[in-house]
């Protein structure tokens, strides 16, 4: 099984605890049988286990061998001391050596019913120590004491037991417990720092949603099946295996109790297993389900309330809710029917052999203590086969849990650091980007989203991008930090191409603002500070004000100490866009990466923003992604895309006169003056090359 595969790391404590449960199982199958001689031999038979005498008068023993052969006179004889002074002959051995399964026990019972004309029936050993105790009293024996100091004895015992199988139970559940919580940890942390080097492909692959449920509630599930495993499934087989020995060793005839007791429920679990399997399986898939739905409306929060959707929103999570309700209901109530099934089969066990064994013990087969001992034994039975039973059922939808854990850490990356990474040359060019004939696919897409992209950014330039929605502008600049790899021609950074550069070199490069702002929850001064290790206050002042955050984050009431909402929700979209490149800023990029971070801002902060950037990053190698002509317009270069494809590139002034897509968009944007462009151009430009 999958789930097995977590306790690769933990042999020693699985070691650990079979040892625990080897003397939790021989502690606690002894206490059923010392109930048995507690209620037989020191109630019933007084305190005398056995026919074999402690003390016993030189003729009494005499008379008894007189009817047994050579061979049981010498076992007999050895058994014995010589006579003392007063006549009596004590036993050699042990007190355990005296029990009623012995050889010698067996022999001076026979000798006994002979002596006194009896038959040797079942009843033999209980009329034998009947004859022992009479014994007893001719020597002067206090009969009280005897019976005394066995029951004390064997109560000792099994207190000694008890103490023993609890100390075992408590280091067992410590054990296990803390073996499922390091199985937890180390899988949560091993599942985190994979997930950590996925590229966007891997984290579409599985969705945000999923992979939050399986680094959650399927590693949860995994840690909790594996101290069940350690406390509950190892357990269980031992201890019924030993109680179904005990069981057969007496025959009874008791044993087809057992037997239709086990038979019944292992076939109600079959049933239960067989309806509930696939439903746990499918409640895996719905839990992502509504956790991709939570997320989808937390995050869309505002346009639902614009578009005024709430009521088909909770219409549309209330359905796939109801549909997890309908399933957890399906399998708690067949999980719930197993309870009572259950008990109603182990009383029925209990009444039938309690009804049968008191049978037995009417004519003499068994004694009142084997038939306790025995419901005991049974009890355990079916107690194990319980044990394993409920895991059988929970064990399903914990392999369900393994498997998608495994499979995210099985996940091959798209996104690897070389083999045998290159560095830059020391006397190389810095800040230098260029795009050899790339291209790009989506993995399972058809087409292109980059098609034979080439130029060369040296640094201390700047290069604007522009397009249509859906043109690859984001596609491009995400190929620049190798969030996707190329699929055809190269992208070289300092002039070694990026999938030869160790990732952490690559990127320590290149200061990345992504299209969608992302802040985390904590200070202004953490955030601004989150990809510069040993940032000095005037680095966090300088990229704040380049970054023209200085102004509003110097109001904030707690200024750069304030805290942040978790995605800077409490700040304002161009907030939040200025905050974001002051993060890139302060990491002191040779090339800063711009996608589309002017957006939130008015024209005048945007023209204050173009003009720091140049003049604060002159040795920085900048691209912009925009919408607005207006923010790309006095770049050194800007490339217009199309359907994937370059279909101009040059200067603003180059590109309005041969490039008809970009005279497009610069017209439906701003006035002929304002783009340096006389009325009567505009035909020229019009009729341009594209």
Sequence with gaps: MSILRFFRRHIPAFAIVCVLLVVQSISELALPQMMSDIVDVGIGQQGIPSAVFAHVRATTLADLESGLDADETAIVEAAYTPANESGVRSFRGRPADRNADSELARILSRAIAEEAGLADDALAPQRATAFVRAEYA????????????????????MFAYCAVSLAAAVLLGYVAARTGATIGRDTREELFSKVMRFSPAEVNRFSQASLITRCTNDVSQVSMTVVMLMRMVLLAPVMGAVAITKVLAQPSGLGTIIVAAVLALSGATVILFVLVVPKFKLMQSLIDRVNLMSRQMLEGVMPIRAFGREAYEEDRFDKASIELMETQLFTG?????LRPFIQIILNAATVAIVWLGADLVGRGAMQVGDVMAYSSYALQI?????????????????T???DRVLEVLACPLSIADPEDPQAPAEDGPRGQLEFSDVSFRYPDADDDAVSHVSFVLNAGEVLGIVGSTGSGKSTLVQLIPRLYDVTGGAVLVDGVDVRRMALADLRSRIGYVPQTTRLFSGTVAWNVAFGADGLTDAERDRALAVAQAAEFVEKLPGGDGTALAQGGSNLSGG???RLAIARAIAADPEILVLDDSFSALDYATDAKLRRALDHEMADTAVVIVAQRVATVMGADTIIVLESSRVVGMGTHEELLRSCAEYLEIATSQLAPEELGLAERDLPIAEGGDA
Excluded: N, W
């Design 138 to 157: 001719e020597l002067g024996f206090d009969l009280d004491d005897i019976r005394r100091d066995y029951l004390v004895s064997t109560s000792g015992a």
């Design 333 to 337: 109530h067949a999980m719930a029917m």
């Design 382 to 398: 079916v107690m194990s086969f319980i044990m394993i039973a409920m895991v059988a059922i929970m064990m399903p939808r914990a």
């Design 400 to 402: 369900v849990a393994a």
């Design 575 to 577: 907030q939040r866009q």
